[in-house]
């Protein structure tokens, strides 16, 4: 036997009978209000899903913003390292290198360019790091040098906030460190970190 309760009073009665003995209610009325109510929790449960997971993402944004490293330091190497700590952070092998002046790393088709290569250059005074040269050599046809420098300069304004230069050198002080972003005299852009204290 196939019950309903009543939408109208809540009485439960058997759903062949077409209105409800107590207040006459149709029992149409009633069975429909059970599937609407069904289809109502379902609505609720994914609106509150999907609102749970925005909150997430944007939550998730926030932190990631808010954690960025906007002291100016390059790759986690702090003004001052010595040049075995440069190079123990940046895995490096020590017998490749003659003397203590600069550490230098090489990387081919940077950030999946092709024929866009990055040179790292970390120099040091007095076993002490002090500045550190990114040199984005351009080689390739499908990459301007104001393309690359348009990029960069994005990058930057986001990490460290706007500068005021209305054209290259770009420069940004930040809390340890002045950047500045301009041309290469060959083909490419170079970027200079530099201790803010020397």
């Known amino acids: 036997m196939s019950m309903v309760n009543c939408s109208e009073c ?56 808010q954690n960025l490293d906007r002291s100016g330091y390059y790759n986690d190497c702090k003004w001052g390292m010595s040049f075995d700590e440069v190079a123990e952070q940046l895995d490096l092998e020590l017998d490749d290198y003659d003397g203590t002046d600069f550490i230098y790393t090489y990387e081919e088709n940077y950030n999946f360019k092709s024929d866009v290569n990055k040179r790292t250059e970390y120099w040091f005074e007095d076993d002490a790091l002090n500045l550190i040269e990114i040199k984005i050599e351009n080689d390739s046809v499908g990459y301007s040098n104001s393309s690359l420098l348009d990029e960069y300069k994005r990058k930057l304004d986001f990490l460290f906030g706007e500068q005021k230069n209305v054209s290259e050198p770009y420069v940004w002080v930040t809390e340890k460190s002045i950047i500045i972003l301009k041309y290469m005299e060959d083909d490419g852009i170079s970027i200079i970190y530099h201790s803010k204290y020397d």
């Open 10 to 65: 809540g009485m439960r009665f058997n759903k062949k009978i077409h209105s409800c003995p107590r207040c006459g209610w149709p029992v149409e009325l009633s069975v429909n209000g059970v599937n609407n109510s069904k289809r109502g929790i379902v609505i609720r449960v994914i609106i509150g899903a999907a609102v749970l997971f925005i909150a997430a993402i944007v939550l998730g944004l926030y932190t990631y913003i």
